[in-house]
């Protein structure tokens, strides 16, 4: 039982480029999420899913887009990275038993 | 809307010494409260957390939080402090709303940088 993955954990972008980042989990949590987070802002929600299929906005969602076609998977792509989105994302999903969120490694972006 | 306020950037303790991180909050309704810490380089690892019942809630690593409405606090303690409990903690509240897409969102607070001198 992995928790909850992150793919790649580090990654140097220029201006302008174009990625994307890959969140896993297998602990069958239908609920996940996207945060970045910055020096003394705590993290903030870029986006999350409810299911399979089901994307929404967060607190600040410009620049980025999900897709959300397996359950277990959950993808957060940056079409033209700009040096404001140089940060920390982390990705979680969510238990509805327990009410907890589990939380992957965290990927740690600059752009350049 | 709901706000979750950690009032101190860094919080210093000698080791063997109580230690205490300050979380308020403002929501309308009943609160669900979390304790999240962060060590470096890593992902957040849940503490503890309050849904109902008894105000004292006791979590991992000896952590306890006590939930005080009338205060509406949610402050997270320690009774003997550890260099290895140096870290980011953050407080968190469940966002609350009608559609069963807030069920899991959390709104944190910036974090509290804890330093545990031996």
């Known amino acids: 039982n992995a928790g909850v993955t992150q793919t790649p954990k580090f990654r140097v972008l220029k201006t302008g480029q174009s990625m994307t980042l890959l969140c896993a989990q297998d602990?069958?949590?239908?609920?996940m999420y996207w945060y970045r987070q910055d020096p003394g802002m705590g993290l903030r929600l870029i986006h999350y899913?409810?299911?399979?299929?089901?994307?929404a906005k967060g607190e600040v969602p410009d620049g980025y887009n999900v897709s959300r076609l397996k359950k277990q998977n959950f993808l957060l792509g940056l079409e033209s990275a700009a040096p404001s989105q140089t940060s920390v994302y982390f990705c979680?999903?969510?238990?509805?038993?327990?009410?907890?969120?589990?939380f992957g490694p965290g990927t740690r972006l600059t752009v350049t | 809307a709901q706000s979750v306020a950690q009032p101190e950037d860094q919080v210093n303790v000698a080791e063997g010494n109580p230690l205490t991180v300050k979380c308020t909050y403002s929501?309308?309704?009943?609160?669900?409260l979390f304790w999240y810490v962060q060590y470096p380089n890593r992902g957040l690892q849940f503490l503890l957390k309050y849904i109902t019942g008894d105000n004292l809630v006791k979590g991992s690593y000896g952590f306890e939080a006590e939930f005080n409405k009338s205060q509406t606090s949610f402050h997270l303690k320690k009774p003997s402090a550890l260099v290895s409990d140096s870290a980011l903690y953050f407080c968190?509240?469940?966002?609350?709303?009608?559609?069963?897409?807030?069920?899991?969102?959390?709104?944190f607070g910036a974090g509290t940088q804890v330093v545990v001198t031996p």
């Open positions: 979680a999903s969510w238990d509805g038993a327990s009410y907890e969120q589990y």
């Open positions: 899913s409810v299911g399979e299929g089901t994307t």
């Open positions: 929501v309308s309704g009943n609160p669900y």
């Open positions: 602990m069958n949590h239908e609920y």
């Open positions: 968190a509240v469940r966002a609350l709303g009608r559609s069963t897409d807030s069920w899991g969102k959390l709104q």
